[in-house]
T-cell receptor
Framework: GESVGLHLPTLSVQEGDNSIINCAYS??????FIWYKQESGKGPQFIID?????DKRQGQRVTVLLNKTVKHLSLQIAATQPGDSAVYFC??????????FGKGTMLLVSP | NAGVTQTPKFRVLKTGQSMTLLCAQD?????MYWYRQDPGMGLRLIHY???????AKGEVPDGYNVSRLKKQNFLLGLESAAPSQTSVYFC?????????????FGPGTRLTVT
């Protein structure tokens, strides 16, 4: 899930496992959510997005689930690979086309 | 297409010095953004622009100025650098595109203020 303070929450999995990364969002009026992956030393990369009129969306090996009742978002990665090791951020839309980012979760995949 | 590019990649400043970070995008995007990222933190919005000639304050604007004189460029200025501005700075751009707020990010600039 999302962190407070300086230390990122970390999810450690074995290669081939399924990973679930969680995110709580704050604004019940948000109608768009997005997940980014950030590898060490690089800028964030888009993974998948979802609008609030959906509760599930699938991509290649990834699924995003949205629970508006409890303001919760999750990213599921199937058959996790070492190349999936990164920090994952969720974000929600805010005023004038901006995004508000969570603090991130580090995913560590061991072979 | 190069996407979003940032210059420089690294910079060390002394307290009180000034500098400008340049962001360029070749996707004809209307919106551009500057973020800072500190250890263990997410991305915090400094300033953004919804079109050429416009700028707006984000969450942490103090100590920074921006300009968007050309649609493809967004400049971030530090007039008098402080150690608290040591951070990694990311630029991003976006459409707008119907139904999406996806932002495309540059590779970042690592700034150290001593």
């Amino acid at each position: 899930g999302e962190s407070v303070g300086l230390h990122l929450p970390t999810l450690s999995v074995q290669e081939g496992d399924n990973s679930i990364i969680n995110c709580a969002y704050s604004n019940s009026a948000s109608d768009y959510f997005i997940w980014y992956k950030q590898e060490s030393g690089k800028g964030p990369q888009f993974i998948i997005d979802i609008r609030s009129n959906m509760d599930k969306r699938q991509g290649q090996r990834v699924t995003v689930l949205l629970n508006k009742t409890v303001k919760h978002l999750s990213l599921q990665i199937a058959a996790t690979q070492p190349g999936d090791s990164a920090v994952y951020f969720c974000a929600e839309n805010a005023a004038r086309g901006t995004l508000t980012f969570g603090k991130g979760t580090m995913l560590l995949v061991s072979p | 297409n190069a996407g979003v590019t940032q210059t420089p990649k690294f910079r060390v400043l002394k307290t009180g010095q000034s500098m400008t970070l340049l962001c360029a995008q070749d996707m004809n995007h209307e919106y551009m953004y500057w973020y800072r990222q500190d250890p263990g933190m997410g991305l915090r919005l400094i300033h953004y622009s919804v079109g050429e000639g416009t700028t707006a304050k984000g969450e942490v604007p103090d100590g920074y100025n921006v300009s968007r004189l050309k649609k493809q460029n967004f400049l971030l200025g530090l007039e008098s650098a402080a150690p608290s501005q040591t951070s990694v700075y990311f630029c991003a751009s976006s459409g707008p595109r119907q139904g999406s707020y996806e932002q495309y990010f540059g590779p970042g600039t690592r700034l150290t203020v001593t």
